[in-house]
C-alpha cells in the first residue's frame, strides 16, 4: 500500500469512515467532505498528523487540508468510497454555504485549464509585442484559438462541472452547454431584421428575432458564449427534470429516454426563459460590482486585499473568483482578481523572512516548499506552516497584500486573463493594444507588498516566538512500554491492516490477544478515546504517544463487544484497565482481533527495540524506547 493510500485510510477512519462520507471534493490543496454526521469526526488527531497541514469545519462541509498533492489523495478515496456518486439522502445545506458549495463544485474543476488559457494570450501578448509573430501569421492564428477556446465553450465545461454538482448525467449537461454555444442558432437566431422588439425604451430592450412555436425567443445579440451564469441555472433545472423522470419513466426504457427527455424538456425552457433572466442577471452582477468599484475604488481594494486571505482559510473566496471569471469570459477584462494577486507575494514573503530569522532546522526545510508553492499561487502551506501559528505574522501578510491591492487600483490596473503567481504576470498585458503598463504596475506592486510583510515580519520576529527543535520536542527519557495485554507478540509489519504494517502511524508491534482486558501499558493521561471505543491514545508521563488499536476494522461495529472503562482526560497508571474486550464476539461477526500498539511519535526516537520473545504477558515488557539524547535512565543499561 502506498503512502497516499495509507494517509487516505487514515482520513477515512477519522471522518467516521467510508459510510459516514456523502461526497468529498478537492480544490489545489483540500478535501472537501460533506458527511452524514459531523460529530463523528476526529478533528484533533487530523490536526496532529505530520501529513495534514490542518483540519477545519467551514462553508458547511469538513475540510483536510494537505497540499498540491491531494489530487492524488483524492483519487484514493474516491477509489474506496464511490464518492463521485453523491447519495439522494445528503445533508440539505442553504444559503450561503450551499452557494460557496455549488460555486467549489462547479468553478474548482476548471481552474486548470483557465490558467492555462491565461497563459496562452500572456505569451501572445509578448510575441506580438517584440515582434516575433504577426496577427496574421497562422502561428498566431492557432495559439489565438488555443487561448479562446475555453472561454468560447466554456458553457459546454461548465455544463459538466455543473451537472456534477447537482447529480445529473454529466453528458447531459455537456450536450446543454454545447447547444447554447452551437453556430446555428447564432447565425439563424439574430439576423440584421428583428420581427420587433420587447421592453423597447428601458434597459431590458431586447430584440426578438424568431420564435419557438410563437413564443418570441429573446436570444442575446453575442449568443452564450463566453458565459458562466446562464448553464449554471440551465443544468440545476435539467437536475430537477432527470430527477422526476427517474421516478416514472419504467427502468427497461430508461437508459435511452431519460436523456433525450430531460434534453427535450429543459432546453426549449433555457433557451425561452433561464438563458435570457440568467443572461441579463449575469450583466446586472457585473454592472453591480463595477459600480461598487467604481464609487469607490481604493476602499474597495483595501478591503478586498484585506479579507482575501481569511475567506481563503474557510474556502470562501470562491464566491468573488466567480464574478472575476464571469467578467473574464464576458467582457475579456477584470479588476476583482488584480486586487487579490499580491496576496501570495505577502504570504511568500512572511515565509521569506522566517527563514532567516528562525534557528529550527525543521522549520528552514518547511520553508523552501511552502516559497515555491506561494510564488505559483498555493498558500496553504505558508498559512497553515507559517504565518497562521503565530497570529502577527498572519497580520503582516494582510496588510501587505491590501497595500499591493491598493496600489494596483490606484492605477485602475486590469486583468486580462486568468493566471496567479509569477504565471500571472502575463495577464496584465493588454492585448488589444499590447501595453505593458499593468504589467509595470503589477511587478511595482508585488515587490512593494513583499517588502512590506517581510519587513514587519522580519524586524518583529522575537525569539520566543521561534520554533527551535531541541526545545519543540520533550525530552523523553529511556523507558520501557508494557504488553497491555497478554497473547502473541509480532513485528508491526506482519498486521493485516496494510495502514500499520506500512509503519505509517509509527512503530509498534501486534499482539494476537490470548486475554479479554486492555490496561494501561505506561502511566499517563488519556488523549483520544475513538467512537466504539476499539482505540484509544494514552500520552504517558514522560510525553509518549501511544496508540492502542483493537482489531481490524472494528469500527464497523460500533462499540459492539467493546467495554470502556476511561474517558478522555482521564488519569491512568500503569495496569489500569481501559476497555474489556469480548474477541470472541468480534472474530464470530469476521473481524480479526490482533491488537496493535503503535508509538505515534516514533521520529523522537533514535531507535524503538521490541522484545525478542513472542509470548508476552500482560504488563510484561514489550518495547524499549531509546531518545536521541543516547541517555540511559532509571538505572537500565542501554547497549547500541
Not at 464518492?83 to 486548470?112: H, S, Y
Not at 512503530?507 to 488519556?526: H, L, N, Q, Y
Amino acid at each position: 500500500m502506498g503512502n497516499y493510500q495509507a494517509l487516505s485510510k487514515f482520513i477515512l477512519e477519522n471522518v467516521g469512515g467510508k459510510e459516514n462520507v456523502l461526497s468529498v471534493t478537492h480544490c489545489m490543496t483540500r478535501l472537501r467532505f460533506t458527511l452524514k454526521d459531523d460529530s463523528k469526526v476526529n478533528e484533533d488527531i487530523l490536526k496532529k498528523s505530520s501529513e495534514i497541514m490542518t483540519a477545519q469545519f467551514a462553508g458547511g462541509r469538513f475540510q483536510v487540508v494537505i497540499g498540491t498533492h491531494v489530487s492524488d489523495v483524492y483519487n484514493e478515496i474516491q477509489g474506496v468510497t464511490g464518492a463521485d456518486k453523491t447519495e439522494e439522502a445528503e445533508v440539505k445545506k442553504t444559503g450561503l454555504n450551499r452557494l460557496i458549495e455549488i460555486i467549489t463544485k462547479v468553478i474548482t474543476p476548471v481552474l486548470g485549464i483557465l490558467t492555462a488559457s491565461g497563459l496562452l494570450q500572456g505569451i501572445l501578448a509578448l510575441l506580438t509585442i517584440t515582434n516575433v509573430i504577426d496577427v496574421n501569421d497562422g502561428g498566431y492564428i492557432v495559439l489565438h484559438a488555443m487561448g479562446q477556446a475555453v472561454f468560447y465553450f466554456l458553457p459546454v465545461v461548465l455544463g459538466y462541472t455543473s451537472a456534477k454538482a447537482f447529480n445529473l448525467n454529466p453528458y447531459v449537461g455537456m450536450m446543454l452547454g454545447a447547444t447554447l454555444v452551437i453556430p446555428e442558432l447564432m447565425t439563424n437566431l439574430v439576423t440584421d431584421k428583428a420581427l420587433y422588439t420587447l421592453f423597447d425604451g428601458t434597459m431590458f430592450s431586447t430584440p426578438v428575432y424568431n420564435t419557438f412555436f410563437g413564443i418570441p425567443i429573446l436570444f442575446p445579440p453575442n449568443g452564450y458564449q463566453y458565459t458562466v451564469i446562464p448553464v449554471i441555472f440551465i443544468t440545476f433545472l435539467g437536475a430537477k427534470v432527470e430527477k422526476i423522470l427517474k421516478k416514472i419513466v419504467p427502468p427497461l426504457l430508461a437508459h435511452n429516454l431519460n436523456s433525450f427527455l430531460t434534453i427535450l424538456i429543459t432546453f426549449p425552457l433555457a433557451i425561452l426563459i433561464i438563458g435570457p433572466v440568467t443572461n441579463v442577471l449575469s450583466s446586472l452582477i457585473s454592472a453591480g460590482v463595477s459600480g461598487l468599484y467604481e464609487v469607490s475604488p481604493v476602499i474597495t481594494s483595501v478591503v478586498v486585499g484585506l479579507l482575501y486571505q481569511p475567506l481563503v482559510i474557510f474556502g470562501l473566496h470562491w464566491p468573488m473568483s466567480a464574478i472575476g471569471i464571469n467578467n473574464l469570459a464576458q467582457y475579456g477584462v477584470d479588476y476583482i482578481f488584480p486586487m487579490s494577486f499580491t496576496a501570495s507575494f505577502a504570504q511568500t514573503a512572511v515565509v521569506l523572512a522566517v527563514y532567516l530569522k528562525t534557528r529550527s532546522r525543521n522549520q528552514k526545510a518547511l520553508a523552501i516548499p511552502a516559497m515555491i508553492s506561494g510564488m505559483f499561487c498555493i498558500i496553504e502551506p505558508a498559512i497553515y506552516g507559517f504565518s497562521l501559528p503565530v497570529k502577527k505574522r498572519f497580520a503582516f501578510s494582510m496588510i501587505g497584500g491590501a497595500v499591493g491591492s491598493l496600489i494596483i487600483s490606484i492605477f485602475s490596473v486590469k486583468m486580462y486573463a486568468f493566471a496567479f503567481g509569477v504565471l500571472g504576470f502575463v495577464s496584465f498585458i493588454n492585448p488589444v493594444n499590447s501595453s505593458l503598463g499593468g504589467l509595470y504596475v503589477a511587478i511595482f506592486a508585488t515587490i512593494v507588498t513583499m517588502a512590506v510583510s517581510f519587513s514587519l515580519t522580519f524586524f518583529t520576529f522575537k525569539s520566543s516566538e521561534d520554533v527551535v527543535d531541541e526545545e519543540t520536542k520533550p525530552l523523553i527519557k529511556q523507558q520501557e512500554v508494557l504488553a497491555p495485554i497478554a497473547g502473541t507478540m509480532q513485528p508491526i509489519s506482519s498486521s493485516a491492516d496494510e495502514t500499520f504494517a506500512s509503519k505509517t502511524m509509527g512503530e509498534g508491534v501486534v499482539i494476537f490477544p490470548t486475554g479479554s482486558k486492555v490496561v494501561a501499558p505506561g502511566a499517563g493521561v488519556v488523549t483520544t478515546v475513538f467512537p466504539g471505543g476499539h482505540a484509544l491514545g494514552i500520552t504517558t508521563e514522560n510525553g509518549t504517544e501511544i496508540l492502542i488499536h483493537i482489531g481490524i476494522d472494528t469500527v464497523e461495529l460500533n462499540g459492539e463487544g467493546f467495554d470502556v472503562q476511561v474517558e478522555v482526560g482521564s488519569k491512568v497508571k500503569q495496569g489500569q484497565t481501559l476497555v474489556n474486550v469480548d474477541f470472541e464476539a468480534i472474530e464470530n461477526k469476521g473481524y480479526k482481533s490482533e491488537v496493535l500498539v503503535v508509538i505515534l511519535n516514533t521520529d523522537d526516537f533514535l531507535d524503538i527495540i521490541s522484545e525478542e520473545k513472542t509470548t508476552v504477558k500482560q504488563g510484561g515488557k514489550m518495547l524499549t524506547l531509546i531518545p536521541f539524547n543516547g541517555k540511559a535512565t532509571n538505572d537500565m543499561e542501554v547497549s547500541y
